[in-house]
């Protein structure tokens, strides 16, 4: 395997690896040489060194995805494609362990998060490998006679995938297993704050022989590579995942060429309990959905809803759960808490709550920056009295920050849950079935869970409505995202006595 980095030493300091982009079949540093540092938010260090893409390796990347489109994987069947899809999943499966460690020095995710993470990737190389043969046409009976009409499905072309930090690896694997299974290509660009693991992927990738210029990584920013990308005239695809703001900004600037766009967006979700749920079931799984991963994850249950005769109840368990969480290093497997991923994101999410409160919130857990352990830590926070027209109900906190409201009947609770501008996904506390059913089809989301929440599968759709996002990831669906219909008709006659100045 091409080395796809060297090491940096500063005097005194310990060598830290400096990386190289992954352009068509070679590790290269940027055009101009230049590296920023990465750093790993539970030190506050710099851990490692990525380079920083110049236009010129943007497109070099977008060329090498062409070049590859255009070549051996072109030509592949859909078996074909399949078996390098497998062969990927088991070189995954070896380096999941490694993959997980680099994530977690990356984004401060917990290592036992980061460990499920990584060991669930192979699933979906091997679920869309299941798909890549089975890509049909259809035939269509011609709506007159002596023509035979039908479908090709074709892949798109070649594709840009941008990730959010939170979860690197899963949010490329969501877009990158489907575009393979397609028959696309791919650049991929991480988020600047966690540019390491995908490269480390790109080795996987490798590894595991598929041809030059399949999957391509440029690193740097969003606003410089991020933004190239996007308006690169031989892209034929954005596959974006991130905050709602930066997602409307991509699609506008796909559409300059009418570049194909999907969109998994940020979200409000609501966690309805009502109160004939079992509640200390309810209280584990809104821990789960707004404390696990320190909020930091799309479908964060950040809204309670909550049945007023409950409400006292469920608070109380769940400042109970909320002052036993354990806030520590990523890597111990005691710690249930890690530090939130960068600063920005810090001085986010403590504004956030220095407003609530100004404006009415109770604070009944947490609520401040927890500076015991340095880095980023900010106490498991749970403000009560929140009012639905408040910004903390409102506006995405991607942190660990429960609002809490209160309802008196179920169309009070569908309400207050759809009373947002995002629907990516909610739960569902009750003991109802039939309450259950009702409620889950009122709610504008693109998941909801039933006394359960938080989870994925490589079979299972997944995305948002209204401003969560647009097109879905994984299940059959993600592959039709990568996908254009080609339409073919074929005259069996000769063209004799067709007028040709009027429409067929
Ligand atoms: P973000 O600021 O929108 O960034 C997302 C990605 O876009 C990063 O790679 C970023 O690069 C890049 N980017 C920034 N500006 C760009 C531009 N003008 N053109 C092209 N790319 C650009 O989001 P984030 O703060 O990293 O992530 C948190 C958000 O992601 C939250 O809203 C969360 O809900 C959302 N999210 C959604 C899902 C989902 O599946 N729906 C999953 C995970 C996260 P740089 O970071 O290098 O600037």
Not at 203 to 216: I, K, T, Y
Request: a negative charge; charged letters at 20%.
């Amino acid at each position: 395997m091409a080395s796809s980095m060297t090491h940096f030493e500063e005097p005194g300091h310990e060598a830290l690896p400096v990386y190289e982009l992954r352009l068509g079949g070679s590790w290269r540093p940027a055009g101009d040489g230049r590296t920023y540092a990465a750093v790993n938010p539970f030190t506050d260090q710099a851990w490692a060194y990525a380079p920083e893409a110049t236009s010129a390796d943007v497109d070099t990347a977008v060329a090498a995805a062409r070049t590859a489109l255009h070549g051996p994987w072109g030509e592949m069947t859909g078996a074909e494609r399949a078996r390098h899809l497998r062969s990927l999943a088991t070189v995954l499966e070896e380096e999941a362990e490694h993959l997980a460690a680099i994530e977690t020095r990356g984004n401060g995710k917990l290592l036992r998060e980061t460990m499920a993470q990584a060991a669930s990737l192979p699933g979906y190389y091997q679920y869309f490998a299941g798909l890549a043969d089975k890509l049909e046409g259809t035939t269509i009976p011609a709506d007159k006679p002596g023509y035979f009409m039908y479908t090709r499905r074709e892949p798109v072309g070649v594709v840009a995938a941008i990730m959010a930090w939170n979860s690197p690896l899963l949010l490329l694997t969501w877009k990158l297993a489907p575009a393979l299974a397609a028959g696309c290509t791919v650049v991929a660009k991480p988020s600047a704050y966690t540019p390491v693991s995908t490269l480390e992927f790109a080795r996987c990738v490798e590894r595991a022989g598929l041809p030059d210029g399949v999957f391509n990584v440029v690193t740097g920013s969003g606003a410089d590579v991020g933004q190239q990308l996007v308006k690169h005239p031989d892209v034929d695809k954005v596959t974006f995942t991130g905050s709602t703001q930066t997602g409307i900004a991509v699609g506008k600037a796909a559409m300059e060429n009418v570049t194909r766009v999907s969109l998994e967006l940020g979200g409000k979700s609501a966690q309805v309990v009502f109160a004939d749920a079992e509640l200390e079931a309810a209280a584990i799984g809104v821990v789960s959905g707004i404390f696990a991963a320190t909020g930091q994850t799309c479908v964060a249950g950040s809204r309670l809803v909550v049945e007023q005769s409950a409400h006292d109840e469920i608070v109380a368990r769940l400042v109970h759960h909320a002052e036993k969480i354990r806030l520590g290093d990523p890597v111990d497997p005691a710690s249930e808490m890690g530090p939130l991923a960068n600063k920005p994101q810090l001085a986010k999410v403590s504004a956030l709550v220095q407003r609530a409160v100004e404006q009415g919130a109770h604070v009944a857990a947490g609520g401040r920056v927890s500076r015991e352990l340095g880095g980023l830590f900010f106490e498991p926070t749970i403000l009560t009295g929140v009012r639905p027209d408040m910004e903390i109900a409102r506006e995405e906190v991607f942190g660990p920050v429960l609002a809490v409201m209160r309802f008196d009947d179920e169309d009070e609770a569908v309400a207050l849950a759809n009373d947002t501008r995002f629907g990516l996904a909610a739960g569902l506390w009750t003991e109802n079935v039939r309450r259950a059913h009702r409620v889950a089809h009122r709610l504008e989301a693109g998941t909801v869970w039933i006394n359960a929440y938080r989870m994925v599968a490589p079979n299972a759709p997944f995305g948002g409505v209204k401003l969560s996002g647009i097109g879905r990831e994984n299940g059959r669906d993600a592959v039709q995202e990568y996908l254009e219909t080609k339409t073919i008709w074929l005259a069996l006659n000769e063209a004799e006595g067709r007028d040709p100045f009027s429409i067929g």
